[in-house]
C-alpha cells in the first residue's frame, strides 16, 4: 500500500527538490556516489582478501607482515576441500534442496499472497495472522516440536525433510501480498469479465505482473536453503545425503580449523550463490516494481 | 469474491499431490533393521578420520560387517544426538564429544571390553556407572607448551628438553622475555582463551583449581588458585602475554603462526596442524613449566559408545575391534593420538621431527604427571553421573572481566563458582 501512494507523491516534490543550481547537482551527485563507493570498498576488500587468501598456502596464512597477494599461488587448500568430503555430491544435494524449496516457496508464497491482497474472508484473516506469527518465535523455539512434525511425516533422513519445513515463508507471503495490493482490482475484474478463470487469471496474468518480486524471492530462498546448516545436519543421518554447510563445517573442529582448506571449501560453496545473483539482479534492479495501470 | 469450490478443490488436489511426491521422494532409514550387515559409526574430526577409516575396511573383511562411519561436523553435533534419539534414529556406535543424560539410558554396558587384561585401558579415564561402563576414550589430549625455535636459537637461549628436567614458569617467563627483547619479537606468550587450559596453570602453580565437593556443588578454591589466577591477569599487559586473547577473543594459534610471539599454550591436538601448517620457522614442543608441581590438564578426545538398540551385538563387536591393541595402535598412530592404553610401541607418521618428538614428550610429560592433571574431566564425569551438566563454563568471561580490570580476583573466583553452581543447580 506503501508503493501504490509513492508515486504521486514523488511526482508532486519533483519540481521544487531541484532548486539548486547545476554545480550543487554535481556536488551532490559526488558527495552520493562517493559514499556508495566507500561502501563497496567497506564490503568488497574483505572478500577480495578472502578470496585471494584462498591461494596462500597454510603455512603463508598467517605470516608477519600480512601480505595482501600471495607470493607463491596454490590451489592445495581447494584440492584438499574438495577431496575431504564428498564435494561434488553434497554440492549436488545442496543445489536440489536449495532449487526445489525456492521452487516451492515461490509458489506457495505467490498463490498465498495473492489470496491475502485480493479475497476477502474470515478464515483468510486468520489465516495471515497464523503466517505472522510464525515470525514471532526463533527458529530455536520450535525445532524440537517441527522435528517431531517432519519425523511423524516420515522425512526424517531424507532432503525432502529439508525442504518442507523451509517452502512457508512469511517474509516470501508478504512481499507478494503487499505487491498484490497495489495491482488494481479492475485488472482482475477486467479478467472475470472476459470470462478468465480465477486460477488462469493469477496465472496468466498475476503472476507475469509478479515477476520482479519471483525473481526477487527466488535469490533470497535460494541464499537461505544453500547457507542452511543446523536443520539439515538434524534432519539427515546419511552421508550421501549431506549439504554442502555439512562438509564445510566438518572442516571447523572443536581444537582446531584447517584455515586454508576452509577458505577453499568456503570460496567453492560461494560461487552458485554469486552465480545465480548475476544472473538474476539485472531483472530485479530494472524492474519496475509498479506493475499494471496506475490508478 | 469467493473462490469458488471447484477452485477450492483443485488447489487441495495439488496439495495433496506436492506431499505425496515429496513423500514418496524421501528414502527411508529403516530399511537395514534387524540384520547386522552394516552399522553406523558416527563421530567428529577435521582432520583424523583415517584411522577409522582403515579400520572399519579391516573389520568388515573380518566379521563381513560394513562400518558406515559418519563425519559429524563439531557444532551441532550434540543437538543432533539429542534429536536422534528422540526420533529413535541414535547411530550404532560413536564417538561423542560428551554424554548427554537425555540418551545416557540407551548405552551399552562396555565393561567386557573396558576390564579386558590385554587392552590395558586407562581405567581412571573411563565413563563407569558402578559396574557398568558407558564410555570408553577413544584417545587422550593434554595441553602443553610450544615455543618458537628458531627464535630461541637466534637468541641463543637454552631450554630444557626432558620433562625431568623441566623449567618453572619463572624460569620461562624470563628465558622467554630475554628472546623477544633479543629476536625483537612482539610477545613472550600466547595462551589458550579455555577453562581447561587455566586449569593446568592452576595445577602446576600448585592450586587445587575448581573441585567438586561430596555433594557434588562446586567448593571455593584454595588460596594458592587464587593467587595463581591474579598471576596470570598481571601477564596480560601487552608485553608478557597479548590483552586481546583473554579478552576480545583474538586466535593465538594465527598469533603464533605470524612467528611474532616465543610460546604458545595449548595442547597435543595443535602438533599435526604446526607440521603442516608452520613453515616460516622452527617451532618445538618443550616441557610444561612446574612451580613446582608437574601437571598438565589431561582431557579425552571423543568419548566411543555403543548404543543398545538392534543391532547392539553387532555395534559393541566392533567397539571390541578398535580397542584391541593391534588395531588400536594402528588408529592411534593414523590419526594422531595419545594412546588410551598402556604399553602400545606407536610409530606416528609425521614427517617432521619436531612434530615425532612433541608426541615422545607429552606421552613422558602425562607418565610424569600430577594426579590432579585429569581432575577437570572426572568432575564433569561425575555431574553427568549425577543427572547434571554444565553448559557454559563461566571462566572465561569471569576472566575477561579480572583482565580489564572490572573486577578483583575475589569477585572472579566466586562468580566463577557461583556460576558452575547454578547451573548444577
Known sequence: MAIATRPPALRRTKPNARPGSRTGDLARKIAASSVMWLLVVAYGFPTLWFVISSFKPAGKLFSYPLTFFPENPTIDGYVEAWTSFDFARYFINTLLVAVAATLLTIVASAAAGYALAKYQSWWLKIFAVCILLTTMLPGETILAPLFLVVRNLGLYNSLSGVVVPAVITATGTFMFRQFFVTVPNDLLEAARIDGSGEISTFIRIMMPLAKPIILTLAIFSFQWRWNDYLWPLIILNDPNQFTLQIGVASIIGAQNVNWSVLLGASVMSMVPLVAIYLVFQKYVMNADINAGLKD | MGISATVRKGYLAAGVVAVLALGACSSGSDSASGDAKSITFWFSTSAQAQGYTDLAKEFEAKEGIKVEIVNVPNEGYQDKLRQAAQANSLPDTASVPSIDTLWVNQLQDLSSIANAEANKINKDLITAQDSKVLAIPSDVTAAGLFINKSLFDKAKVAYPTDPSQTWTWDE?????????????????????????????????????????????????????????????????????????????GADPNALFKSGQVVAYYSGVWQVADFAKGITDFEWASVPTPAQPVHATDINLGGKVVAFNNDKAAAGKKWVDFIFQPANYTKLAQTNGYLPIESGLTLNYPFEKQAAKDAFALYIKEMEMADPISASGQANLTKLLLAGKSIQEDPTKAEMAKFINGEQDVQKTVDNIVAGLNQQIG
Do not use: C, E
Open chain 2, 172 to 248: 620461562f617467563l624470563a628465558a622467554a622475555t630475554k628472546v623477544r627483547t633479543a629476536a625483537n619479537a612482539k610477545y613472550d606468550l600466547v595462551y589458550d582463551n579455555s577453562p581447561a587450559r587455566i586449569r593446568s596453570w592452576i595445577y602446576t602453580h600448585g592450586g587445587k583449581g575448581f573441585q567438586l565437593a561430596p555433594d557434588t556443588t562446586f567448593a571455593a578454591p584454595d588460596a594458592t588458585t587464587v593467587q595463581a589466577l591474579a598471576d596470570f591477569a598481571k601477564l596480560n599487559d601487552d608485553k608478557v602475554m597479548p590483552k586481546s586473547v583473554w579478552t576480545s
